[in-house]
C-alpha cells in the first residue's frame, strides 16, 4: 500500500509516500481501507519531533480516517466487531496517512448519514478531543459560558458549535476579522486577539462575572489572563501548549480564592477502552446532531495523499478556517 513516511524530524518537505506492506489486524482490531484522512496540529509536531508516538502505536502520521472495513481480527471480548463492508470513520493511533489503516474496533464510529468520506474523516480527532473535555463526565448545564481559543480552528469550530447545540454561550478567539467572522456565524461571540486584549473583553462582555468554562490551546501565555477570565468554581482546560509550557508568576491566590479547577488532557495517550467509551458518548449525544445538521465539520481544503507535505505547509500557514483533508482514494 502506499503511506506517507518520513525518515528524520523536520520541514513538511520530509514528507514522502512510499510503498509498505498492508499492515494485519491482530485481536480488537479491523482494517479499514481509507478514504479520506485529516490532518492535524499533533501531526505537525509529530512531523517536528515534538510529539512522539506512545508506546505501541503506529509510528506514522494520521490521526483520523474514513472508509470501509475490509478485514478484522480475533473479537475482542465487550466489543463489538463492525462487519466487513461496513463503513467506518475512527479515531486512529497513528498510521492514518496510507491506503489502510488498522484501528481498534471500539475507535469506529458509522459515517453520518448524508456523509461523504471526506466530511465523516473530518470528524474523529476534533470530536473526540471536544466531547471528552467540554462534555464529559457531564453534560453542562444549558447557559453555561465557554471560551474557546483559535476559534476557528479544527477543535475550534467543532467546540463553539457543539457549546451552542447544547444550550451553552460560546466566547471565543481568533485572529483576524475574517476569522472573527466565521466564528460569530457559528454562533460564538468573537474576538480578535491581535487587537484586543481577551480577558478585558471577556470581562466586559460578562458583566464580570467571568466565563465558566475555557477551553485553552495557548498554555503559558495565557494562563494567568485565563484564570483571570473565570468565574468563581470555573474550570481552565488545556489542550495544548502553543504559547509555551511554563506558566510564569502563575497567579495561585486566584485559584485559591475562586475555587478555580486547572486540567487538561492529551487524546493520543489515552487507552482503547477510553477511547471507545468517548465513541459510545459520542454516538448517543453527537451522531444525531450531525445527521439533523445542527452541528458539521467545516472542510477547508483538499490535497491528494501524495501531496501531504503540502497539506502540512498550508497548515502551518495558518490561514486556514476549519479542517484540512487528505483525499486517499481519489
Ligand atoms: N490535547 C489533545 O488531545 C488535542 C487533540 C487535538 C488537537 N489539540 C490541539 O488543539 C489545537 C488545535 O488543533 P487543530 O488541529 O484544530 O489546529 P489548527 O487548525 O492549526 O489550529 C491552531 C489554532 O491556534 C490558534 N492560535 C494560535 N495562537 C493563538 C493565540 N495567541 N490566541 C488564540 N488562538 C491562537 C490559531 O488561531 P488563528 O489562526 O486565528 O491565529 C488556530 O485557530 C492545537 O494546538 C492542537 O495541538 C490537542
Known amino acids: 500500500m502506499k503511506a ?41 509536531m509529530q512531523r517536528k519531533g515534538l510529539y512522539p508516538p506512545p508506546p505501541g502505536a503506529c509510528p506514522r502520521l494520521g490521526l483520523e480516517i474514513a472508509g470501509e472495513v475490509v478485514a478484522c481480527g480475533l473479537p475482542q471480548e465487550g466489543t463489538p ?27 469506529c464510529l458509522p459515517w453520518p448519514k ?12 476534533t470530536y ?6 467540554l462534555f464529559m463526565p457531564a453534560i453542562p448545564p444549558a447557559g453555561t459560558r465557554v471560551l474557546i481559543h483559535g476559534g476557528t480552528s479544527g477543535i475550534g469550530t467543532t467546540a463553539i458549535q457543539l457549546v451552542r447545540a447544547f444550550g451553552g454561550q460560546a466566547f471565543t478567539t481568533a485572529g483576524s476579522a475574517e476569522k472573527c467572522a466565521l466564528c460569530e456565524t457559528l454562533g460564538a461571540t468573537a474576538i480578535n486577539y491581535r487587537e484586543e486584549d481577551f480577558q478585558a473583553r471577556i470581562t466586559e462582555l460578562t458583566k464580570g462575572e467571568g466565563v465558566n468554562v475555557i477551553l485553552d490551546m495557548i498554555g503559558g501565555a ?11 468554581d470555573g474550570r481552565l482546560v488545556i489542550i495544548a501548549l502553543q ?14 480564592t475562586r475555587r478555580l479547577v486547572v486540567t487538561g488532557s492529551n487524546l493520543r495517550p489515552r487507552d482503547s ?22 452541528v458539521k465539520p467545516l472542510v477547508h481544503a483538499v490535497f491528494k495523499l501524495d501531496d501531504a507535505a503540502a497539506a502540512h505547509k498550508c497548515m502551518e500557514d495558518g ?8 483525499d486517499v482514494a481519489g
Open 4 to 44: 506517507v513516511c518520513f525518515a528524520e524530524p523536520g520541514e513538511a518537505s520530509v514528507l514522502h509516500t512510499e510503498t509498505i506492506a498492508v499492515p494485519q489486524p491482530g485481536r480488537g482490531e479491523v482494517l479499514v481501507r481509507v478514504m479520506a484522512a485529516g490532518v492535524n496540529r499533533p501531526d505537525i
Open 81 to 107: 466487531m463492525p462487519a466487513i463492508g461496513t463503513r467506518v470513520c475512527a479515531l486512529a493511533n497513528g498510521g492514518g496517512y496510507a491506503e489502510y489503516c488498522l484501528v481498534p474496533a471500539g475507535q
Open 114 to 125: 448524508g456523509f461523504d468520506a471526506l466530511q465523516a474523516a473530518a470528524l474523529p480527532e
Open 128 to 133: 473526540f478531543t471536544v466531547w471528552s473535555n
Open 222 to 232: 495565557y494562563f494567568n489572563r485565563n484564570l483571570k477570565s473565570l468565574s468563581m
Open 243 to 256: 504559547g509555551g509550557a511554563k506558566a510564569e508568576q502563575a497567579d495561585l491566590v486566584r485559584i485559591m
Open 273 to 294: 477502552g477510553s477511547k471507545a467509551r468517548i465513541a459510545r458518548d459520542l454516538h448517543t449525544h453527537v451522531w444525531p446532531l450531525l445527521e439533523a445538521g445542527t
Open 319 to 326: 490561514g486556514h478556517s476549519g479542517k484540512i483533508m487528505l
